[in-house]
């Protein structure tokens, strides 16, 4: 083994031990750091300067009790989290997610993958996330409203606009940002850009609900666009069906492709038509103004398919775009991928697919686009609006649009530069760009090479 390699198997060893309780972290991190080898042989300086140790550990963590009263008068109290994981290039940026799951493994992965996607979009962004065990199904909008009070009235300690600026995530979304917002404003006794996801008539930036589904299709496009191919004509199943899921299939649609599935945590539609715009407009009033269920699609279009406690890996394919949440895509979904023989899988959803999975997709040749790449769209949009907060001005739709459009086209050719066979610290020895440790090389490079100039601490 070169020493770069035997660096990263000692590093991993340790991390392994030291986090032996908590998979999602491990899980990140060995995705990242196993592509890092090549480059950790060339540049002994990262080595011996502890980058590795030193950005595995996040600067801090903090974590918080929120007590909240339900319409009945009961009293609930939930745990509620933020991690500031690394400021190196930029004030902490990652979103809130309110979801029974959530514990400080699962925080710590979204936060770490937070660092590198954040740099990816060449802004100034540091990298965080945060959230609560709290469970927004089934509250009332008063419930949401005293919750979301009670957790920012903790949290405003720790964040403002050159600090830590949160944004949503699975479970938070522009309605939640506005009681976050609403309450810190009070706080703090300041209007500024301390969240991102703001409503556009009150310092939102245009486009930013649609902008992780959006750059997901434009990073696909590029993929494509490489290869001299399009997506016009190509049958795509998506899981999900909220933010990423919905502006991911409107995309689709608008590129002349043809949406297969969408889904929720119950089960998956498939409309062998084709979900068109006015079909999604019907899973939008679903899923955005009842908050119902996605199996609700067939009271208005009986001829679709609805497949209770499944995912829609089996359906057969040109693109896959899992758009739901982490470890969706286990092997035997990867094996039932492959076998439909499909052009690409790109990760809308945060971590989607398991190590295994992803192995089996790369060693059948297929495309695979990281999340850290695919889905940057959301947080750079975010980068935005904090510029335009700074400014006090709003860019229209096309100027952010055009903006998304070009970061997502670097990211894309970031990945080939540093993913394809031939480059300098790529272990790819495939005729195809490796766009997982093309997004992994290039996105630690830079937040390495920014702390070796920050100084030791
Ligand atoms: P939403 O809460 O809007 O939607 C999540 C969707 O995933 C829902 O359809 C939900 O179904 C489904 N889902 C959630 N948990 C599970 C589960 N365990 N099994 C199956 N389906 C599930 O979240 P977003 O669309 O915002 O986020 C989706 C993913 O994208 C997450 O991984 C998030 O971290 C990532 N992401 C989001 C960004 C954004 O800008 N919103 C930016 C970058 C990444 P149900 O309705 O039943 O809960």
Redesign the pocket.
Known sequence: MSDGQTYVADFLTNFRRKHEAEPEFIQSVEELVNSLGQLLDARPDLRSAGVLERITEPERSIQFRVTWVADDGSVHVNRGYRVQFSSVLGPYKG?LRFHPSVNLSILQF?GFEQIFKNSLTGLWLGGGKGGSDFDPKDKSDAEIMRFCQAFITELANYIGPDTDIPA????V?SREIGYLFGWYKKLANEFHGSLTGKGTDWGGSNLRPE??GYGLLYFVDAMLRHRGDSMTGKSVVIS??????QYAAQKAIEFGAKVLTM????GYIIDNAGIDTAKLATILRIKNNDRGRIKQYLDFYPDAEYYEGSRPWKVAADIYLP????N?IEIADAQAMVANKPLLVAE???MPTTPEAVTALQAAGILFAPAKAS?AG??AVSGLEMAQNSMRTAWTLEVVDDRLKEIMQNIHDKCAKHGASNSKYSSNTGSDIDYVSGANISGFLRVADAMLSQGIF
Request: aromatic content about 0%; glycine content about 26%.
């Open positions: 979103g979204l949503g995530d699975i479970g979304g902008a992780t999900g069906s909220g933010n990423v899921a889904s929720d945590s119950n758009c739901a949440t982490q969706e809308g959803a945060n889905n959301g947080v």
